[in-house]
T-cell receptor, first 112, second 115 residues
Framework: QKEVEQDPGPLSVPEGAIVSLNCTYSNSAFQYFMWYRQYSRKGPELLMYTYSSGNKEDGRFTAQVDKSSKYISLFIRDSQPSDSATYLCAMSANSGNTPLVFGKGTRLSVIA | GAGVSQTPSNKVTEKGKYVELRCDPISGHTALYWYRQSLGQGPEFLIYFQGTGAADDSGLPNDRFFAVRPEGSVSTLKIQRTERGDSAVYLC?????????????FGPGTRLTVL
């Protein structure tokens, strides 16, 4: 079993839909959780960063962490065609400079 | 300012050959990471530098892989006796040092194809 599991999709939704992306993990030491967006042939870029359990909102994006269930989510409201990309969850046990453990990514297409 | 750059963007080589992949981090970033992303997978950690020294090389798959960062800035990932299974996108990331989340900024990657 991989440390981080993520449904690879692909996921296709109409423009304006609410998108829910999820990851589960097995290492209870993980405390720092991130969501990266990766466009085709580009490097990942950080979207959201959260520490421990709870919610964090940034514009149309909301990240949720449930450490008791070892489950994290990213919600995208009012999805746009420009949101079409691969979304990667990532996590680490420590803050600061530390290697990240990634899920395999979920490929999202938002259809106009 | 300039982001993380990687050269070459694409590299095609033959099985058994030696390759070098270069990473130029964001100026002033002391931490530098190499990851490998196979098709349909997320990035997998290879090695992490803090300054000139390798702080963690636990992700290097075997001794054919080696990385250096002699002056604490540019880094080179070196792969000897390449194998077809080494084909992947090699990503470099850099981050600053200090309190806070220390976001890792990724380059566009080098797509390595071993024939």
């Amino acid at each position: 079993q991989k440390e981080v599991e993520q449904d690879p999709g692909p996921l296709s939704v109409p423009e304006g839909a609410i998108v829910s992306l999820n990851c589960t993990y097995s290492n209870s030491a993980f405390q720092y959780f991130m969501w990266y967006r990766q466009y085709s042939r580009k490097g990942p870029e950080l979207l959201m960063y959260t520490y421990s359990s709870g919610n964090k909102e940034d514009g149309r994006f909301t990240a949720q962490v449930d450490k008791s269930s070892k489950y994290i989510s990213l919600f995208i409201r009012d999805s746009q065609p420009s949101d079409s990309a691969t979304y990667l969850c990532a996590m680490s046990a420590n803050s600061g400079n530390t290697p990240l453990v990634f899920g395999k990514g979920t490929r999202l297409s938002v259809i106009a | 300012g300039a982001g993380v750059s990687q050269t070459p963007s694409n590299k095609v080589t033959e099985k058994g050959k030696y390759v070098e992949l270069r990473c130029d981090p964001i100026s002033g970033h002391t931490a530098l990471y190499w990851y490998r992303q196979s098709l349909g997978q997320g990035p997998e950690f290879l090695i992490y530098f803090q300054g000139t020294g390798a702080a963690d090389d636990s992700g290097l798959p075997n001794d054919r892989f080696f990385a250096v960062r002699p002056e604490g800035s540019v880094s080179t990932l070196k792969i000897q006796r390449t194998e077809r299974g080494d084909s992947a996108v090699y990503l470099c990331a850099s981050s600053s040092t200090g309190a806070g989340d220390n976001e890792q900024f990724f380059g566009p990657g080098t797509r390595l194809t071993v024939l």
